[in-house]
């Protein structure tokens, strides 16, 4: 059951697309208090959710602070990351969700003032609480009823599935010719090379380098032949500069965030001087998404969002301040006290609250202009949205690939994210597994890590644990930062091993597609902590370094430096699948339990359930050569199983036919059949009792 709850007058954020009405007795489980709603925690129940945040999937034990930041360290003591994802599920006897459509600085105290004691505090009073109760006690109907409340997730191109090599450093066509040689001569599989800013003149949205990038629309044909996309960068901030037509017609059209006095605001990103579309606004929303056209028009066929929170490095009238400031220091002597001074003056530039409650927005439809801060939360969403509507229009039969930094719920239907500026750390390939479930009880499904690692040099055996992890993520991306050490997979002494594991996710992506597109289309999670289908396990509850992925497997993935195997909890009898790469599936019946189970640096180690089954294909260069029409299947022998597989064409819009739909099944005998409208053959691999 969804109750909505509304507080003063609310903006419309649009994150859910169902229609509540708002009732007018009090929020049961919460008092409300000195601005602030309380709970009581019961002792040792487990909080979840907030998407992309720092720490556990188990969220109690600190504050956590949506602010949609451009936070470069992923580290415990933040209190916010890039998107605001407000929804929570409180567990205990009865467990319920509560989203908070509030798109301002949110605060939430998770048993770090009182361990006991949940506080969420908003910076005012204009918000709808919506309260999920679920009708079977379970987490897992709770995020069902979220997700069917907000609508349903992106769905990206199936080549979106495929690997992809990005790095902020390949200045020119040159660099991307080399990438994509390198894993070619290498044998491989690519689907995606990124372009970061650099393919830009001057880092102005929508133009392309002439010097550099001299004959675009064919180095993406040229590309495509060997089935690589080329994906390029759009950054929110849009340069001040005389003739550049973007910001041209932003001016004139009145299309940018303002000032209280109705100029508009300047802040610096990588251009420097620049102007904030104010995407709040429908006209501009329209207006900005059109503008992709200019590279759809050159063959591209995908995008990634940056820089949408939005960043400031500074704004015009805060630089001059500081040098002003500056100035007062001149001849001193700097001690302690005025050292601290001198540098916290530089340090206040970038993303200062300040500045974020310096400008407007005039979100239209006859709503009075509002304070960037109040809804600072939605710019990375709507800036994402306004790219998704213009596609819808622009290629109505035809997907493109979307992700942003930025999000807030709501976002979730018109594109994925990235999990941001990560560093080559073993401690944030922990990361990037326990933020995966709570961002898909959030919407978003379309996600994945920078692997490798991008602030910081990699090293070889990080790069491959985090690729065996990687290989089950949606979005499978190694990007790195300029300047850090080159982290191609193709430069490396362990590279045999590295292309045996990207194979890998070839192999898996019958599976992998089929189980997204099912948690879409379904409003389910396709990363599940294992305590959501284990509800009953005290023990499953306290894993957070497992995964459930999709019907069929448990992920135990290797992330600590050196490690050889790991321990792994069986919440039942298990298959241990163990595999260094394509036609490499060994498999051993493992008993309910705890395990210490071995892992070379070269394998992969993942669990199929009892009753269920794993549909692999033969390793491709790419998505559009992975052959489906033929499936090996792994089952776990003993019992009949089946599997629900979907399949479409990967690029169309009309999802969801029941035509898509087949079922595998495996008997007691280990014959595998098919049945579905496709002409497709399986085998099942033979398991050894
Ligand atoms: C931001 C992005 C990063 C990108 C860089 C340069 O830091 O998060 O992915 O490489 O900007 O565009």
Same mark, same amino acid.
């Given at each position: 059951?969804?109750?909505?709850?509304?507080?003063?007058?609310?903006?419309?954020?649009?994150?859910?697309?169902?229609?509540?009405?708002?009732?007018?007795?009090?929020?049961?489980?919460?008092?409300?208090?000195?601005?602030?709603?309380?709970?009581?925690?019961?002792?040792?129940?487990?909080?979840?959710?907030?998407?992309?945040?720092?720490?556990?999937?188990?969220?109690?034990?600190?504050?956590?602070?949506?602010?949609?930041?451009?936070?470069?360290?992923?580290?415990?003591?933040?209190?916010?990351?890039?998107?605001?994802?407000?929804?929570?599920?409180?567990?205990?006897?009865?467990?319920?969700?509560?989203?908070?459509?509030?798109? /301002?600085?949110?605060?939430?105290?998770?048993?770090?003032?009182?361990?006991?004691?949940?506080?969420?505090?908003?910076?005012?009073?204009?918000?709808?609480?919506?309260?999920?109760?679920?009708?079977?006690?379970?987490?897992?109907?709770?995020?069902?009823?979220?997700?069917?409340?907000?609508? *349903?997730?992106?769905?990206?191109?199936?080549?979106?599935?495929?690997?992809?090599?990005?790095?902020?450093?390949?200045?020119?066509?040159?660099?991307?010719?080399?990438?994509?040689?390198?894993?070619?001569?290498?044998?491989?599989?690519?689907?995606?090379?990124?372009?970061?800013?650099?393919?830009?003149?001057?880092?102005?949205?929508?133009?392309?380098?002439?010097?550099?990038?001299?004959?675009?629309?064919?180095?993406?044909?040229?590309?495509?032949?060997?089935?690589?996309?080329?994906?390029? #960068?759009?950054?929110?901030?849009?340069? #001040?500069?005389?003739?550049?037509?973007?910001?041209?017609?932003?001016?004139?059209?009145?299309?940018?965030?303002?000032?209280?006095?109705?100029?508009?605001?300047?802040?610096?990103?990588?251009?420097?001087?620049?102007?904030?579309?104010?995407?709040?606004?429908?006209?501009?929303?329209?207006?900005?998404?059109?503008?992709?056209?200019?590279?759809?028009?050159?063959?591209?066929?995908?995008?990634?969002?940056?820089?949408?929170?939005?960043?400031?490095?500074?704004?015009?009238?805060?630089?001059?301040?500081?040098?002003?400031?500056?100035?007062?220091?001149?001849?001193?002597?700097?001690?302690?006290?005025?050292?601290?001074?001198?540098?916290?003056?530089?340090?206040?530039?970038?993303?200062?609250?300040?500045?974020?409650?310096?400008?407007?927005?005039?979100?239209?439809?006859?709503?009075?202009?509002?304070?960037?801060?109040?809804?600072?939360?939605?710019?990375?969403?709507?800036?994402?949205?306004?790219?998704?509507?213009?596609?819808?229009?622009?290629?109505?039969?035809?997907?493109?690939?979307?992700?942003?930094?930025?999000?807030?719920?709501?976002?979730?239907?018109?594109?994925?994210?990235?999990?941001?500026?990560?560093?080559?750390?073993?401690?944030?390939?922990?990361?990037?597994?326990?933020?995966?479930?709570?961002?898909?009880?959030?919407?978003?499904?379309?996600?994945?890590?920078?692997?490798?690692?991008?602030?910081?040099?990699?090293?070889?055996?990080?790069?491959?644990?985090?690729?065996?992890?990687? #290989?089950?993520?949606?979005?499978?991306?190694?990007?790195?930062?300029?300047?850090?050490?080159?982290?191609?997979?193709?430069?490396?002494?362990? *590279?045999?091993?590295?292309?045996?594991?990207?194979?890998?996710?070839?192999?898996?992506?019958?599976?992998?597609?089929?189980?997204?597109?099912?948690?879409?289309?379904?409003?389910?999670?396709?990363?599940?902590?294992?305590?959501?289908?284990?509800?009953?396990?005290?023990?499953?509850?306290?894993?957070?370094?497992?995964?459930?992925? /999709?019907?069929?497997?448990?992920?135990?993935?290797?992330?600590?430096?050196?490690?050889?195997?790991?321990?792994?909890?069986?919440?039942?009898?298990?298959?241990?699948?163990?595999?260094?790469?394509?036609?490499?599936?060994?498999?051993?019946?493992?008993?309910? /339990?705890?395990?210490?189970?071995?892992?070379?640096?070269?394998?992969?180690?993942?669990?199929?359930?009892?009753?269920?089954?794993?549909?692999?294909?033969?390793?491709?260069?790419?998505?559009?050569?992975?052959?489906?029409?033929?499936?090996?299947?792994?089952?776990?022998?003993?019992?009949?199983?089946?599997?629900?597989?979907?399949?479409?064409?990967?690029?169309?819009?009309?999802?969801?036919?029941?035509?898509?739909?087949?079922?595998?099944?495996?008997?007691?005998?280990?014959?595998?059949?098919?049945? /579905?409208?496709?002409?497709?053959?399986?085998?099942?691999?033979? #398991?050894?009792?």
């Amino acid at each position: 059951m969804i109750r909505k709850f509304t507080f003063g007058n609310p903006f419309p954020t649009e994150a859910v697309v169902e229609t509540y009405p708002a009732e007018n007795v009090t929020l049961p489980y919460f008092s409300i208090e000195n601005g602030s709603f309380s709970c009581t925690l019961e002792p040792n129940a487990p909080v979840y959710g907030l998407g992309e945040q720092v720490r556990g999937i188990n969220k109690r034990g600190w504050i956590y602070v949506s602010n949609c930041t451009d936070e470069p360290h992923h580290e415990e003591t933040r209190r916010s990351l890039y998107g605001a994802h407000n929804f929570l599920i409180v567990g205990g006897e009865t467990p319920f969700g509560i989203f908070l459509d509030y798109p /301002g600085h949110l605060t939430f105290d998770i048993g770090y003032t009182d361990s006991n004691v949940l506080t969420i505090t908003p910076e005012d009073w204009n918000l709808d609480v919506y309260l999920i109760e679920s009708p079977d006690g379970l987490c897992s109907s709770i995020v069902h009823l979220f997700r069917r409340m907000i609508g *349903r997730s992106y769905i990206p191109p199936r080549w979106a599935f495929g690997y992809g090599q990005s790095r902020w450093g390949y200045m020119d066509e040159k660099d991307i010719r080399q990438v994509a040689r390198g894993y070619l001569e290498n044998g491989i599989p690519l689907d995606a090379i990124y372009l970061d800013i650099d393919y830009m003149e001057r880092y102005k949205d929508f133009t392309v380098s002439d010097e550099r990038f001299p004959d675009l629309p064919g180095l993406v044909s040229d590309m495509k032949k060997e089935g690589i996309h080329l994906v390029p #960068i759009i950054d929110a901030g849009v340069k #001040i500069e005389k003739g550049y037509s973007v910001y041209e017609e932003g001016v004139k059209n009145n299309y940018f965030c303002k000032e209280a006095d109705g100029t508009d605001f300047v802040g610096a990103v990588w251009p420097g001087r620049a102007h904030f579309p104010d995407v709040l606004n429908p006209e501009v929303r329209r207006w900005f998404g059109r503008k992709y056209k200019y590279l759809l028009d050159m063959g591209i066929e995908g995008f990634w969002n940056d820089m949408n929170e939005p960043a400031l490095f500074y704004s015009e009238k805060r630089l001059k301040k500081v040098f002003e400031e500056l100035e007062k220091f001149k001849g001193q002597n700097l001690d302690l006290e005025k050292n601290n001074a001198f540098l916290g003056l530089v340090n206040t530039l970038a993303n200062n609250p300040e500045d974020y409650r310096s400008f407007y927005h005039e979100p239209g439809n006859g709503r009075e202009k509002v304070r960037h801060d109040k809804v600072h939360n939605l710019y990375g969403y709507n800036m994402t949205r306004a790219a998704e509507e213009a596609f819808e229009e622009l290629e109505p039969d035809k997907r493109i690939l979307l992700f942003s930094r930025s999000s807030y719920v709501g976002m979730h239907r018109y594109g994925g994210i990235w999990q941001g500026d990560n560093t080559s750390w073993w401690s944030h390939l922990e990361l990037n597994i326990k933020m995966m479930p709570s961002l898909n009880m959030c919407g978003f499904l379309y996600t994945g890590a920078d692997l490798g690692g991008f602030n910081a040099d990699t090293t070889e055996d990080l790069l491959l644990r985090w690729l065996q992890f990687g #290989i089950f993520t949606p979005l499978m991306r190694n990007h790195s930062a300029m300047g850090t050490r080159e982290q191609e997979a193709y430069r490396f002494s362990n *590279r045999e091993a590295l292309k045996r594991t990207i194979q890998l996710r070839y192999c898996l992506l019958p599976y992998l597609y089929s189980e997204y597109m099912k948690a879409a289309l379904k409003d389910t999670m396709m990363f599940r902590p294992l305590a959501f289908d284990y509800p009953k396990d005290a023990e499953a509850a306290q894993v957070e370094d497992q995964l459930m992925l /999709g019907d069929s497997l448990m992920l135990a993935p290797v992330y600590r430096q050196n490690a050889l195997g790991r321990y792994v909890y069986l919440p039942e009898d298990m298959l241990l699948i163990t595999s260094s790469g394509p036609e490499d599936f060994r498999c051993r019946k493992m008993k309910a /339990g705890h395990h210490y189970v071995k892992a070379a640096a070269e394998e992969v180690i993942f669990f199929l359930r009892k009753g269920q089954l794993l549909p692999l294909a033969a390793p491709a260069a790419n998505v559009a050569e992975t052959d489906t029409s033929h499936l090996t299947v792994i089952a776990y022998p003993g019992e009949d199983c089946s599997y629900t597989l979907y399949e479409d064409d990967g690029i169309s819009r009309n999802y969801g036919s029941p035509d898509n739909y087949e079922t595998i099944t495996v008997n007691r005998v280990g014959i595998a059949s098919c049945y /579905g409208h496709r002409n497709r053959t399986v085998c099942a691999i033979k #398991i050894k009792d």
